[in-house]
């Protein structure tokens, strides 16, 4: 039994070994480290001009949306208002 | 239409015209620097969802306990608004955090909570539309859960930890940042009121057809 452990163990370390010696060499790393700056490159840098027009036209075409849906609705029912007195009185 | 309607249609015209004058006149902030400038409608767009929130939590209530249409129609008109507002701020929001936070979006206390509230509001006008007869009261039901949440999204960003300013920076603002947010708030707020008035006109209306209808089948 313990013969058969010693034989086991020795496999598995052999194993190991050679897929170890199989690795390919380690590439260098690109960088060693980090290089600290105390601005972004301009070229990094997000715009703040656009998301801030982009804002103020999502709220000006929301808010001429819903006053256009608005109107178009108002003009429906008061059509149909005007008809149904028109109805009404003709009784 | 009442006699007043034109002349604050005409105001209301007017403020926003000037705005963004005075908008752009306004001090940049230091650290965020010109896309702070989105506060001056966020934060105004903000406080009117509240506001509507509550118009149409309290309207929903009088509704609910008076049996009152009119109530109900209030509450209709001011549950649309709560939805418009808060389109407006969850856009507005993501364009300044992509500048100032570096991401679109952040799963925290006062954006998440806000979305809910919006979600509430669309799936209150969703039964409007869409329950049938009799769903008018639990739409009111639904508008008053919406409106016991408004405290709850106000309060998230100085109790929970949370990227989203808190409630104190509209009360330090300096004087430059100061008048030009009042003013875009007051101009916010006139909008409110017209909006809200000509939606509630239109439910008058929708109420006085139906009526016509009834008694045209007599």
Same mark, same amino acid.
């Given at each position: 039994?313990?013969?058969?452990?010693?034989?086991?163990?020795?496999?598995?370390?052999?194993?190991?070994?050679?897929?170890?010696?199989?690795?390919?060499?380690?590439?260098?790393?690109?960088?060693?480290?980090?290089?600290?700056?105390?601005?972004?490159?301009?070229?990094?840098?997000?715009?703040?001009?656009?998301?801030?027009?982009a804002?103020?036209?999502?709220?000006?075409?929301?808010?001429?949306?819903?006053?256009?849906?608005?109107?178009?609705?108002?003009?429906?029912?008061?059509?149909?208002?005007?008809?149904?007195?028109?109805?009404?009185?003709?009784? | 239409?009442?006699?007043?309607?034109?002349?604050?249609?005409?105001?209301?015209?007017?403020?926003?015209?000037?705005?963004?004058?005075?908008?752009?006149?306004?001090?940049?902030?230091?650290?965020?620097?010109?896309?702070?400038?989105?506060?001056?409608?966020?934060?105004?767009?903000?406080?009117?969802?509240?506001?509507?929130?509550?118009?149409?939590?309290?309207?929903?209530?009088?509704?609910?306990?008076?049996r009152s249409?009119?109530?109900?129609?209030?509450?209709?008109?001011?549950?649309?608004?709560?939805?418009?507002?808060?389109? $407006?701020?969850?856009?507005?929001?993501?364009?300044?955090?992509?500048?100032?936070?570096?991401?679109?979006?952040?799963?925290?206390?006062?954006?998440?909570?806000?979305l809910?509230?919006?979600?509430?509001?669309?799936?209150?006008?969703?039964?409007?539309?869409?329950?049938?007869?009799?769903?008018?009261?639990?739409?009111?039901?639904?508008?008053?859960?919406?409106?016991?949440?408004?405290?709850?999204?106000? $309060?998230?960003?100085?109790?929970?930890?949370?990227?989203?300013?808190?409630?104190?920076?509209?009360?330090?603002?300096?004087?430059?940042?100061?008048?030009?947010?009042?003013?875009c708030?007051?101009?916010?707020?006139?909008?409110?009121?017209?909006?809200?008035?000509?939606?509630?006109?239109?439910?008058?209306?929708?109420?006085?057809?139906?009526r016509?209808?009834?008694?045209?089948?007599?």
């Open positions: 039994m313990k013969r058969r452990l010693v034989t086991v163990v020795v496999l598995v370390l052999a194993v190991s070994a050679l897929a170890l010696a199989g690795q390919p060499p380690a590439t260098p790393a690109a960088q060693d480290g980090f290089v600290p700056v105390n601005s972004l490159p301009q070229a990094e840098q997000l715009p703040a001009a656009p998301l801030l027009i804002a103020y036209s999502f709220v000006w075409v929301a808010l001429m949306v819903y006053v256009w849906f608005l109107w178009r609705r108002m003009s429906r029912v008061e059509r149909e208002l005007a008809d149904l007195n028109r109805r009404v009185q003709n009784r | 239409m009442s006699r007043v309607f034109a002349p604050l249609a005409f105001v209301v015209m007017a403020l926003f015209a000037v705005a963004p004058i005075i908008v752009s006149n306004a001090p940049y902030e230091q650290t965020m620097g010109l896309v702070q400038k989105v506060f001056y409608y966020h934060v105004p767009s903000a406080m009117l969802m509240f506001i509507s929130a509550f118009v149409c939590g309290i309207a929903s209530a009088v509704f609910l306990f008076k249409a009119a109530a109900d129609r209030v509450a209709v008109a001011a549950g649309e608004l709560v939805v418009l507002f808060g389109i $407006v701020v969850l856009v507005t929001g993501p364009l300044w955090a992509r500048k100032a936070w570096g991401v679109w979006w952040e799963w925290d206390a006062r954006l998440t909570s806000s809910l509230l919006w979600m509430i509001f669309l799936a209150y006008l969703l039964v409007r539309r869409y329950g049938g007869p009799g769903s008018e009261k639990l739409a009111g039901a639904m508008a008053l859960f919406g409106m016991a949440n408004v405290p709850f999204v106000y $309060v998230s960003v100085n109790y929970w930890r949370t990227i989203h300013p808190k409630t104190s920076v509209v009360m330090t603002l300096g004087p430059g940042m100061r008048s030009a947010f009042w003013f708030a007051v101009s916010f707020g006139m909008l409110y009121v017209l909006l809200l008035t000509l939606r509630r006109r239109l439910e008058d209306q929708q109420a006085q057809v139906e016509l209808y009834l008694a045209l089948d007599d």
